[in-house]
């Protein structure tokens, strides 16, 4: 990994910061990207839990349904009090 990164270094003058900043732009991609995954991933896990959750408790598929249906309301209305 450490000779490629030399590799680019030595390559002239002008171009070689073009090749860096390309090369720190697309990582950074990548990284947001997984990150992005990542924070969907979990929301729809919390999501499953949580209505897994609600049929533990008994209620009827009505309920939870009216239940699910609400609560993306109320957890904008919070993000917005904070």
Request: proline fraction near 2%.
């Amino acid at each position: 990994m450490f000779e490629i990164f030399q590799a680019i270094v030595n390559i002239g003058v002008p171009f070689n910061m073009i090749v860096l900043i390309v090369l720190f732009g697309s990582i950074a991609g990548v990284l947001t990207g997984i990150a992005t995954q990542i924070r969907k991933y979990g929301c729809h896990r919390q999501d499953i839990d949580f209505k897994r959750e609600l049929v533990d408790r008994g209620l009827s598929a009505d309920e939870i349904e009216r239940i699910v249906r609400v609560r993306p309301k109320e957890l904008a209305e919070l993000s917005e009090v904070s």
